[in-house]
């Protein structure tokens, strides 16, 4: 039980975190902004929009949706390069902010 109070602990201060906060903000808007994109050039639902969004940008990418659009298998190629890099920023911050809040009360 320790260890999941020590990540607990550690998620709760990462989410406090001003870095954490704007990374994970921005990847909260990359992910809608690519849904509403999705959702009027593409013509899917909004629930099929955010759903593929999210899998895309997380490298998941299970294959069960895809864009039929020239614009949209464009604008995909660029979502996925810029996406994923914002994606794994944030991923990695919030890792780090809860490695360290461990490392900062074994110091302790």
Do not use: C
Not at 58 to 64: I, L, N, Q
């Amino acid at each position: 039980m320790n260890a999941l109070t020590r990540i607990t602990r550690g998620i709760r201060t990462a989410f406090k975190d001003g870095r954490v906060k704007g990374l994970l903000a921005f990847t909260v808007g990359m992910i809608l902004w690519a849904s509403v994109f999705y959702h009027f050039v593409e013509g899917w639902s909004w629930l099929d929009s955010i759903y593929f969004s999210v899998v895309t940008i997380s490298t998941v990418g299970f294959g069960d949706f895809s864009p039929e659009t020239a614009v949209g298998k464009i604008f995909t190629m660029f979502y996925i390069i810029v996406g994923l890099g914002v994606f794994v920023t944030a991923a990695t911050t919030v890792a780090d902010t809860i490695l360290s809040q461990d490392d900062k009360k074994t110091d302790e």
